[in-house]
């Protein structure tokens, strides 16, 4: 019998806690084990630019988005920026932090079945 890989999820966020927990409440009313055994991910983007230093957001939103996560999902994993990298950059690093763990997932996995 072959394993069955549960692809990771991501949540993107920035500097909007009450949007945040009503995508994290509606993602763990899933039914039929839709989040069972998923690891779920925050890529929680920063307040001050790092090019500019401008301040785009308040760094409390931002504790309380990492907060709202840690609340709905105490096993999950937050990938917190620093700094505010935008929009592309924490896409960015969302994907190269999936293809580099999952590809050495899906070839250890391959290997062990």
Same mark, same amino acid.
């Given at each position: 019998m072959q394993a069955v890989m549960t692809a990771p999820l991501a949540i993107m966020s920035f500097?909007?806690?009450?949007?945040?927990e009503q995508v994290l409440e509606s993602l763990k009313a899933q039914r039929g084990g839709a989040m069972d055994g998923r690891e779920v991910h925050l890529f929680q983007d920063g307040a001050v630019n790092r090019y500019s230093g401008i301040t785009y957001a308040d760094a409390a939103d931002i504790d309380k988005c990492v907060a709202i996560f840690h609340a709905a999902f105490p096993g999950g994993k937050v990938h !917190?920026? +620093?700094?505010?990298?935008g929009v592309?950059?924490?896409?960015? !690093?969302? +994907?190269?932090?999936?293809?580099?763990?999952?590809?050495?997932?899906?070839s250890i996995s391959s290997k062990t079945i």
């Open positions: 500097d909007r806690p009450a949007f945040l !917190r920026s +620093e700094d505010n990298i592309c950059e924490n896409f960015l !690093r969302a +994907e190269e932090y999936f293809s580099t763990n999952t590809m050495q997932s899906a």
